[in-house]
């Protein structure tokens, strides 16, 4: 979590002070954007919309709710309910002005939150119940992956502001994670 908030704190500052790492995003940021097929990259930043995120995340909340796991369902919950009360200040304090508009706030990606704390919490709630539970964190951090990337390709977020979201959404899993172990025995799913 530290190396999260540590990487977090300094792309922060970058974006609030002005500082010398903002040049090569941009640079980097232009120079993907356009890039690749249009429609899959849409596609891709599409995964990271409230509508979508939230929707697999709602069928893993229900899921584990039906099957006793209630405490970590309201987590998830919670966790997800955390992206936009974290996100909204900061695009309002950071001010950033997004890749191919004169509109700001874009700092940090709110979409790339939202994918990687709904894909995120979900996976953490269905992997008790799968022989191979690592199979959902390699989904989520793909999806993820993915929304980060067509973000990015289509001119949506500069890369820092997908690295900062990434940052963030970590931070958000592991405490969610946290506090689901605390409520719940090792070895059989959560309570």
Do not use: I
């Not at 919950?77 to 700001?104: F, H, I, N, S």
């Not at 979900?122 to 022989?131: E, F, G, I, K, S």
């Not at 539970?133 to 973000?151: E, I, K, Q």
């Amino acid at each position: 979590m530290a190396a999260a908030l540590a990487v977090f704190a300094l792309v922060t500052w970058q974006v609030v002070a002005d500082g010398p790492l903002l040049g090569p995003d941009e640079r980097l940021g232009l120079a993907l954007a356009g890039r690749g097929p249009a429609r899959l990259a849409d596609l891709f930043a599409d995964l990271g919309n409230p509508q979508v995120a939230g929707s697999a995340l709602a069928c893993a909340v229900l899921l584990a709710w039906f099957r006793g796991a209630r405490r970590p369902a309201v987590y998830a919950v919670l966790a997800m309910a955390a992206v936009p009360a974290l996100v909204v200040p900061l695009k309002l304090w950071t001010d950033r002005q997004g890749p191919l508009t004169e509109a700001t706030g874009y700092y940090p990606s709110g979409h790339t939150s939202t994918a990687a704390v709904a894909y995120g919490a979900a996976a953490l709630l269905l992997a008790p119940y799968l022989a191979r539970p690592w199979v959902t964190l390699v989904a989520a951090a793909s999806l993820t992956a993915a929304t980060s990337v067509g973000l990015v390709l289509r001119g949506y977020h500069w890369p820092l502001d997908v690295v900062a979201a990434w940052c963030l959404g970590a931070v958000v899993l592991l405490v969610l994670r946290a506090g689901t172990r605390a409520g719940s025995g090792r070895g059989q799913p959560p309570k």
